[in-house]
Every structure is written in structure tokens, then in C-alpha cells.
């Protein structure tokens, strides 16, 4: 069944774009400067981190913060040997599709 590929191949593209910004996450807290500014900008609180990531729309935001630096996601594009057009995907993938009336 053809219809049965295109589910599996969305839910592994959904899953190598939540790697992606979990993997985006780790960088951050990797370097005290990086995570201390994302966490400014962000209002979240080191205690709440982990309870955070729980939320999809948290993942969102890590992969937010990198479109929005463009610095730091080209270091950690070339940290992790991947083009950046693909950190970028990978936050529209896990945002979905754009609704009329949804913020772009």
C-alpha cells in the first residue's frame, strides 16, 4: 500500500527533525554563553528545561533560536556536518503546515 510509505517516511522525517533539535539543545547547553543567552531570550529557567522539552512546541523554539542566530546555527551545522537549509527544515517540518491567520 503506497499510502502506508508515505506515513512511515513522515514519521521517520518527524523523528530525524526532533534529533535534530534535540541535538540543537545539547549544543546550546554545551556552551555556558550560548545556553545562558538562549535561556534569556527564551524566559525559560534551567529547572525547567527538561519539563520543556517534553513539549513539541519547545523544540520549536530551540530551532527558532537557531534561524534567528544565524552564527550559531552555522556553527552547529558544520559541528554536526549538516547544510543549515536542513536545521531550518527541520523547524518547518516540526511546526507543520502554515494555516491561514497562524504568525508565519
Not at 545539547?26 to 524566559?43: I, P, S, V, Y
Amino acid at each position: 500500500m503506497a499510502g502506508r510509505g508515505r506515513l512511515a517516511n513522515k514519521a521517520q522525517q518527524q523523528a530525524a527533525a526532533e534529533q535534530i533539535a534535540i541535538a540543537a539543545l545539547a549544543f546550546l547547553a554545551a556552551d555556558r554563553e550560548r545556553f545562558a543567552r538562549f535561556l534569556e531570550e527564551t524566559g525559560f529557567a534551567v529547572e525547567s528545561i527538561r519539563r520543556a522539552a517534553q513539549d513539541p512546541g519547545f523544540l520549536i523554539g530551540v530551532l527558532d533560536h537557531f534561524a534567528s542566530h544565524e552564527a550559531i546555527l552555522l556553527a552547529f551545522a558544520a559541528e554536526h556536518e549538516m547544510d543549515p537549509a536542513d536545521v531550518l527544515a527541520a523547524r518547518n517540518l516540526l511546526a507543520g503546515p502554515h494555516r491561514e491567520g497562524d504568525a508565519p
